[in-house]
RNA sequence: GCCCUGGUAGUAUAGUCAGGCCUAGUAUAGGCGGCUGUCGCCCGCCCGACCCGGGUUCAAAUCCCGGCCAGGGCGCCA
């Protein structure tokens, strides 16, 4: 098989931007085949891009011999390049097509393909990921990845808007001793170092400059979880915020939430519709619950908790059916969160920590944070973390450590709520679990 | 880590409970041929599979044991 350069040729159009108006205008299009119809004299291929699909038509009689005898080689997924003429055509879909004056390959593609990618035809998850490249071929997966692209861009948009900087802190860090998730090990030259799981002491290190900054970015966590909302890496949104409670980061959390779904609402029409998703932009403020009020609700629902206790899957679930939507939950007691939640100043039992619950799914924990050495020390120790391996981390408390507050938001679940699909997988481009180390 | 379920052509499934009529059916993909308005095109022909190992039995895709792999639930999870 003859393989053809790109040479000269450039794209005049992408397939969406053809409409019937450029009629009889010649035009450059690029893509790959995603179908072949063949009536005999009449061939129909469909190409797809970026942004869409588009019918290129061959008539034996009606094209230039050599593009007929190319346009007979083709196959599913070749990476082609056409030059020819839009026709407006009623029949056609979108009533209009393209007939081809010249026809570029640029590259085969191995027959029959690993997955149907039309998608009529299903694949289980294991064998898509595995072809992942070609399963996102099909539009429904990359319209998931728009929205994320989308949602990352309200993101961007809103924290920077509300005075917030973005910022990198290290994926390669020191300690083991952050808290209770465990760690992957890295070879660091002569020492053994570790992934960073969050980001949340540098964070808290930077609001003492910056005041206000967010940081979008990978974290990696070896917990051997084997559930649809769990991964070893995964992308998560944090911010820290100077001179501020838990509160008022929950009203940057919320109305960030309200501005992203806004957002994907408006801009990402096309794509939810291929997914068969509605958006449904929530009201703020978001209900607060509190433990308590969550374990008196459970407790009406026959589950009983013991106070200071976590709350189990399964009594979530009972909560997601309850509520419905966005809702935080408040006043966790301090020791069920991590060391550095601040304990409330009238009855220190209670936190300042919170979590944002969709349904019975926890999209995202903050709190305001102790900003007190001592008590940071005194709280470490309470947790079994010896106050040594925190060393580099405390001495910033005595460089004017101001009152703080942040969160951390799982961007992939937010993409879940966005996008409607229930296994995390599915919107993670090369997800990466116990199990799963390629592609 | 514990538990449940499963593994049949490239993909997706039927068949397994009640072993024999399964030289394993169907759809789709793929190959060859035909077809000038398809849009899940259509028609004909063809190709192609019982995860691996052991056992029970006259007989195993089907039952039993071990292994490997996968999906899911729980737990774990700043």
Redesign the pocket.
Known sequence: MKIDKLGAWRRSHYSADISPELDGQEVIVFGWVQ??????????V?LQDKNGQL?I?I????VVAEVVEKAKTL??QYSIGVKGKV?T??????GV?I?PNELRIFSVSE??????I?G????????????RVLDLRREENQAIFRIQHAALQAVRAFLSKQGFMEVFTPRI?V?AT??????FPVAYFTREAFL??????YKEQLSLDFEKVFEIGP?F?A????????LSEFISVDIEQAFANAEDVMNVLEELIHDVCKYVADNCKRELELLGHKIVVPEIPFKRLTYREILEELENEKIHINWGE????????VLGKLHPYYYFITDWPTKA?????KPNDDNPELSE?FDLMWHWV?LS???ARIHDKELLMKRLAEQGLSTESFKTHLATFDYGMPPHAGW?LGLARMVMVLTGV??I?EVVLFPR????LTP
């Not at 008539?59 to 009606?62: D, G, L, P, R």
């Not at 055509?89 to 979108?94: L, S």
């Not at 009529?120 to 072809?131: P, Q």
Request: hydrophobic share 30%.
């Open positions: 179908e072949i119809r063949d009536l005999g004299g009449l061939r129909f469909i019918q038509t008539h034996k009689n009606k196959q599913k026709k055509m009623k029949n056609a879909p979108g097509e007939v027959q029959p393909l690993p997955l149907d039309t009529r035809t299903k694949a289980e998850i294991d064998v898509r990921l595995d072809a860090i300690s952050e808290g209770g998730a465990a760690l960073a799981q969050s980001p949340q002491l974290f966590r917990e051997e979880s084997h559930t649809r909302r769990h976590d709350i189990p899957t399964a009594a979530y679930r969160k991590a060391f550095y939640i920590g926890e924990s903050g709190g951390g229930k296994n997988r679990d116990q199990f799963r």
